[in-house]
């Protein structure tokens, strides 16, 4: 299987780099079982769910991941944050002008430091020297890491609208951004139909926008993202199968926690851990049954696991129809409703 059979031609200008007036004024992508597609708004989406159904969710919260900091001789360091070990030990990535030597401490603004600790495959190690947690040096002098297709520098806004409105758990450093679209007013007429919600957390890396280099994909190696599956969701998504309701996901993060934890303990059952799942067309969903999901980028993994969901050819059919519609891709784009498996 090529990463070119995943391909598709994008104009620059619908990839969205603003969000939309409001969350849930984005549009959606409907592909029905039945066949054909539907163009709809995302304020629509309660008209394809149903009673005895679950929403789950990705309640990570989205840190101010990118900061800036000045090396001894002058030298700028941008970092961004891969993940906290600890309070004062975290991974990152580094753009800088020469690499940072062992030992290199690095002034970050506002005057705190860091120490460079070494190299760890693509990511690079170092403790903070202060007795203040990452985390609250990060709400004070971070910058909400947007992804690299949006080619402005963040705004006030972003600190809002680059986060979704159920974000509980610190420790993403991309968005999970299905969830975007949802407001509070949607989420309260989707319960007030009869459906449940339930969560999950799987802190988001910055390896999500890692590209797939080989051409053979099974090749690829994923990276590693951290995930927990809660008591309380594992027995709503048993008490659904039981009363023959659907299992809905929203995104590509609640698929992979998902269909990890049946990969590992053959049942949802409440975990942790970590997860390098790769799914691709072939692999066998026994965890999702409907997925709500953002456009994503040409040959990425994120678009291979939709092709595995829904089939490929009906996947990049409608592909095609939403850069025909001018729908609005990635992050701050529109949205897509997939049902499992090939239809007419």
Known sequence: MKRSDFSFDLP????????????????????????GLEDRQF??????????DLLVVNDTRVLPARFYGQKQSGGKVEFLLERVEGDHVFLAQTRTSKKLKENAVVTLEGGATVRFLGREGPFSRFRLLSEQPLETLLEAIGHMPLPPYI?????????????????????????????????????????????????VTLHVGAGTFKPVLVEDIREH?????????PQQTADRIRATRERGGRIIA???????????????????R?????TRIFIYPGYRFSAVD???????????????????????ERVLAAYEHAVRQNYRFFSYGDAMLLYHGETP
């Open 270 to 274: 409440a975990c942790r851990g970590e």
């Open 221 to 229: 190696q994923m990276h590693a993202e951290r995930f927990s599956l």
């Open 290 to 312: 409907v997925l709500v999901t953002n456009f994503h980028l040409p040959e990425s993994t994120l678009l291979m696991m939709v092709c595995a969901f829904a089939g490929t």
């Open 250 to 268: 929203v995104g590509t993060t609640t698929v992979r926690v998902l269909e990890s934890v049946m990969q590992s303990e053959g049942e949802i």
């Open 43 to 52: 304020s629509d989406l309660p008209d394809y769910l149903g009673e005895g």
């Open 151 to 199: 080619r402005r520098e963040d705004v006030l806004a972003d600190q809002s609208r680059y986060q979704t409105v159920y974000a509980e758990r610190p420790g993403a450093v991309a968005a999970p951004t299905a969830g975007l679209h949802f407001d509070k007013s949607l989420l309260a007429r989707i319960r007030g139909m009869g459906m449940e919600t339930a969560s």
């Open 12 to 35: 620059a200008d619908l990839i969205a780099q603003t969000p939309a007036p409001s969350r849930s004024a984005s549009r959606l992508l409907v592909t029905p079982p039945q066949g």
